[in-house]
């Protein structure tokens, strides 16, 4: 195996992948670019917004106990992505949130890149939260990591107004996704989540 470039690590997060590894990348100092895919800040408002089947259990929960929506986000500021994304820079990060998501609320990706500092970039898409056309979201990425990790440069497509990389022709520039980091921080934010409530 290849020895890792170190000075070439890449992080991609979408969704859950996009909410904790905006938490991941702004603690990992090794990280030097990141795309962050349909991701939020403001937990509160995740949760009291999202459409996800999974939350809906949680605001009857929070419901039945007469939790205040002030008062969850002062328990979820320790773990809110939104209080870290900031110490992220001065890396470079991309955003890519879509207007009409219900899953992860649009207003909380808003949010999310508002709080990052520069350098940033978003991009919109007239989407919900599977964002629309899945080739120009990767093409974005693709480019973004191109530039900033100094990777080979994307190649046309024939009658295509999009540009990809073949897998084949992409260099081991270590775009890195810790996935089974990532899954402990979702099991570790959950449980925090519930220890919480029940101490109410």
């Known amino acids: 195996m290849e020895k890792i470039d170190s000075s070439r690590i890449g992080y991609l997060g979408a969704s859950m992948g996009g909410i904790l590894g905006a938490i991941f990348i702004s603690v990992e100092p090794r ?4 795309v962050l895919i349909v991701p939020g ?7 009291k917004e999202s459409k996800h089947p999974s939350v809906s259990l949680i605001r009857e929960y929070i419901q039945k106990t007469g939790l205040s929506y002030d008062y969850l986000q002062k ?17 470079p990060v991309q955003f890519h949130c879509g207007v009409y998501d219900d899953i992860v609320p649009a207003e909380a ?20 939260h599977a964002l629309k056309p ?22 046309k497509v024939e009658n295509k107004e999009y540009y990809i990389v073949k897998l084949e022709n992409i ?3 270590s775009l890195l996704i810790l996935l089974a980091w990532i899954i ?7 449980v925090y989540i519930l220890y919480k409530l029940k101490k109410i």
């Open 171 to 173: 260099p081991d520039y």
């Open 31 to 34: 990280v030097k670019a990141a």
């Open 41 to 47: 800040g403001n937990m509160s408002l995740m949760i």
């Open 75 to 91: 328990m979820l500021d320790p773990i809110d992505p939104i209080n870290f994304i900031e110490y992220y820079s001065p890396r």
């Open 109 to 128: 990706c808003r949010q999310l890149y508002d709080r990052a500092r520069e350098p940033k970039e978003i991009y919109w898409y007239e989407s919900g």
């Open 134 to 155: 899945e080739e120009l979201v990767v093409l974005r990425a693709i480019n973004f990591f191109n530039k900033h990790l100094k990777a080979v440069k994307p190649t």
């Open 184 to 190: 402990l921080l979702s099991i570790a934010t959950a």
